[in-house]
């Protein structure tokens, strides 16, 4: 089982070792408009023409804002797919669906709860944990006491698989919401 990450230490640790790794597999750059809920502004994101990812830690919010989207477009709005925030402190899926966990080897992996969202009925975790159940279980993450599902995404050591599963988990979320609602 693996162990999650609830060190506030850790987490940042593993938070700029995500970064890291996802610009060298992300490796191309270019600002784009970022629409979110009524609102959107001009980022730089990196990416690799098929996914791209952004971050900001939000102190006031106490997470690390990881944002993921298909298909960079410099010349209109892109929309985000989905959203892995880590809490800055602990594992705390009211304030971010995005968790670190370790292996018995100390290699670190990148999970998600499987709470989305995207501002419209239907798209919530409960309908995409019975859609994504489909194509892959949930694992589970000892959380101090408690134990927690995730979905595993990647290792963050490892630049291919990190991408590999990454890209993945993007397009599966973007398809559930296809699928289930018409799209983005």
């Known amino acids: 089982m693996l162990r999650g990450v609830i060190n506030r230490r850790e987490t940042t640790r593993y938070q700029k070792l995500l970064e890291d790794t996802l610009s060298k597999g ?26 791209w990812f952004t971050s900001e830690k939000r ?8 944002v993921f989207g298909l298909n960079p477009d410099k010349s209109k709005q892109n929309n985000i797919v989905v959203e892995i925030n880590i809490p800055t402190d602990g594992i705390d899926l009211r ?5 670190f966990a370790v292996d018995e080897k100390d290699s670190v992996f990148l ?3 499987g709470r989305i969202g995207g501002g419209r009925q239907g798209i919530n975790k409960t309908n995409f944990l019975a859609w994504y159940s489909q194509y892959a279980a949930l694992v589970e993450i000892k959380n101090g006491t408690k134990v927690v599902e995730g979905i595993l995404i990647g290792n963050i050591s490892e630049k291919k698989d990190l991408i590999k599963g990454l890209t993945k988990f993007i397009k ?5 919401k296809i699928e ?5």
Do not use: Q
């Not at 102190?59 to 990881?66: G, S, V």
């Open 26 to 51: 992300l490796n191309l750059e270019v600002c784009v408009k970022i629409g979110r809920r009524g609102t959107s502004d001009i980022r730089p994101v990196k990416h690799n023409r098929t996914v």
């Open 111 to 113: 999970l998600h709860s």
């Open 172 to 176: 599966d979320v973007n398809r559930f």
């Open 180 to 184: 289930y609602v018409g799209g983005l």
């Open 59 to 66: 102190n006031w919010k106490k997470k690390f804002w990881n």
């Open 95 to 99: 304030i971010g669906a995005g968790m």
